[in-house]
DNA sequence: TGCCTGATTGCCT
DNA sequence: GGCAATCAGGCAA
């Protein structure tokens, strides 16, 4: 079933940890594609001088500053998308970055549009999930409670995925170069769909 | 296996 | 004008 507003109405860190194990969805005109979401970010309010809501509102990252529980999608590397999940509350500009997910549903469609095979390969990374799911530019701002683009809850592939305790592992966030000391990247132990980026330190 | 680099463009300073 | 919450391919070992 769709996770609904008040999922995304809490603690953004609650909700990066809270998102491992649920399932990003996005039925498009070409089928349904369906991933596990396996690893998060965190973006946050205040002294967080990664995110892109640092500085205060601009024209790229207004969503960010809307309600909780829609897409803040952006341009990156002039040529990737990255997606991510507005949360908290509305004004304060927090989000959560998904950066890793492992295909469940509509893996062939995923594959022609990433012209890859190696299922291990679609959707490793933010940018690379964003075009194993079709998901697009158009799609930034867009609500999450009424699709097409969506986030399924935990319990939404039984069969695939039956009811089991999972571990999250905390380490510092990827690809950035501000902020980079502070714990708010997660994703599943031993997973074999988290990005293979690591993060860089501090020296 | 792992490091290094080029690609490519909208947005912010 | 510089750079960015990335990726794929090439090359060395």
């Known amino acids: 079933m769709i996770l609904t507003a008040h999922f995304y109405h809490k603690n953004t860190i609650t909700v990066a940890k809270q998102l491992l194990g649920t399932f990003l969805a996005h039925d498009s005109p070409q089928g349904r594609t369906a991933a ?13 001088p990664a995110s892109h809501a640092h ?4 024209k790229r990252n207004a969503v960010m500053f809307g309600p909780p529980g829609r897409a803040y999608i952006y341009f990156i590397y002039g040529m ?14 927090e989000a959560v970055l998904i950066r890793a997910a492992q295909p469940v549903e509509g893996l062939s469609l995923m594959q022609e549009r990433r012209r890859r095979t190696a299922v291990k390969d679609l959707s490793n990374g933010p940018g690379k999930l964003v075009i194993a799911l079709g998901i697009a530019a158009h799609h930034n701002g867009s609500c999450l409670i009424t699709g097409p683009v969506t986030i399924l809850s935990r319990d939404s592939y039984p069969e695939k995925f039956p009811s089991k305790r999972l ?8 690809g950035i170069s501000d902020g980079i000391d502070l714990p708010l990247r997660f994703y599943l132990k031993d997973n074999e769909f988290v990005s293979n980026a690591r993060p860089k330190s501090s020296n």
């Open 36 to 48: 596990r979401i396996v690893e998060t970010e965190a973006y946050l309010y205040g002294d967080d």
């Open 55 to 58: 500085r205060g509102m601009t």
């Open 80 to 93: 990737y998308y990255c997606f991510n999940v507005v949360t908290s509350r509305e004004g304060r500009g």
């Open 167 to 174: 571990v999250v592992q905390v380490t510092t966030r990827i």
